[in-house]
Nanobody
Framework: QVHLAESGGGLVQAGGSLRLSCAAS????????TGWFRQAPGKEREFVAG????????YGADSVKGRFTISRDNAENTVYLQMNSLKPEDTALYLC????????????????WGQGTQVTVSS
């Protein structure tokens, strides 16, 4: 069973950047497809970006395309989310999740979750 731990969140001004990390333990992250999700207060959890278990395919929500990039470092057993040109509407709790098959956009399809890291973007 893989355990996931997010870090890298914080408070940033609009237009700024952050890099989130999702470190895996108890398992090899490259055996899983990994997704980043976010949840703002009063809103549903939404898919942000994903990387397939092979690392050969990445996916991004329309709202973050051209601004956010997902990547993985197999040696570090970590998945990253580079976030540039941040907007106030990006403010949310960001969570990483893993599943043993391909990337899906539905949060309910993921088996393993971290606790999340808060991102707050001020205007």
């Amino acid at each position: 069973q893989v355990h996931l731990a997010e870090s890298g969140g914080g408070l940033v001004q609009a237009g700024g950047s952050l890099r989130l990390s999702c470190a895996a333990s108890g398992g090899t992250i490259s055996n899983y497809s990994t997704g980043w999700f976010r949840q703002a207060p009063g809103k549903e959890r939404e898919f942000v970006a994903g990387i397939s278990w092979s690392g050969g395919s990445t996916y991004g929500a329309d709202s973050v395309k051209g601004r956010f990039t997902i990547s993985r470092d197999n040696a570090e057993n970590t998945v990253y989310l580079q976030m540039n040109s941040l907007k106030p509407e990006d403010t949310a709790l960001y969570l990483c999740a893993a599943r043993s098959r391909g990337i899906l956009y539905q949060a309910a399809k993921y088996d393993y979750w971290g606790q999340g890291t808060q991102v707050t973007v001020s205007s």
